[in-house]
């Protein structure tokens, strides 16, 4: 016998998906896009949802905007009732939604159909939060330079990502950044250089530059 493949459009398919989790089930179903790159791979990656009691900031979520219209995106900001979302690929771009239009909770991202990564451990929660509070700067190295670490990348602080900012491109030593340091905030020589040379180790250590 004979089987052809059948392709539902996104609304009749994730409304079944929401009905499946409002029922209390566990739901896989692939990512389209880059949206949520460089945490889901659209093509590459499948994710894990079920219904939750709660969601929290760092949360990714499969939500329902308006009728037919779903989006699968990490909760950036929530106050009392209300939900901010923000794709982790998404620079300026954010939907708002309310605790209500929440379909269910990403538990577990899988990596081309095999490798299962537990989206519930404490470290995960911790890496979203991080990913949340990342300066824009980062957020956008992030998403185009494919080949680094990016738990060490969003770890940068604030003195790190304006560094970064002022050299992208040029050729700099710790003493130009160390210079940067000094002109920018209220801090000695000696301690600037040391600053330095620690963000351009972690840089190093990273992958986002090469001595």
Known sequence: MKTSKVVLPNAVM??????????GKSVI????????????????????????PDVEVGDIVLCQLTPGHYVLHR??????E?????????LDATEFC???DVCGTVTAILRRGEKR???????????????????????????????????KMIS???????????????????DDLADLLVSRYEVDRETALKDSEAIAAKWIEAGIVTE
């Open 156 to 174: 940068l602080n604030e003195s790190a990502a304006f560094l970064w900012k002022e050299v992208d491109g040029k050729e700099f030593t710790p």
């Open 98 to 100: 309310t605790k209500a």
């Open 117 to 151: 990564i537990d989206c519930t451990t404490p470290g995960f929660k911790r890496r979203s939060r991080l990913w949340v509070g990342a300066p824009r700067i980062v957020r956008r190295y992030a998403e185009s330079i494919q080949k680094i670490n990016f738990n």
């Open 29 to 52: 179903i692939a990512t389209k896009g880059s949206s949520m790159s460089p945490f889901i791979r659209g093509e590459r990656d499948s994710v894990e949802l079920l219904k939750m």
């Open 14 to 23: 994730l409304g079944e998906v929401s009905r499946f989790l409002d029922e």
């Open 75 to 80: 909760i950036n900001a929530i106050a009392g």
């Open 82 to 90: 209300r939900i901010r979302l923000k794709g982790d690929g998404n």
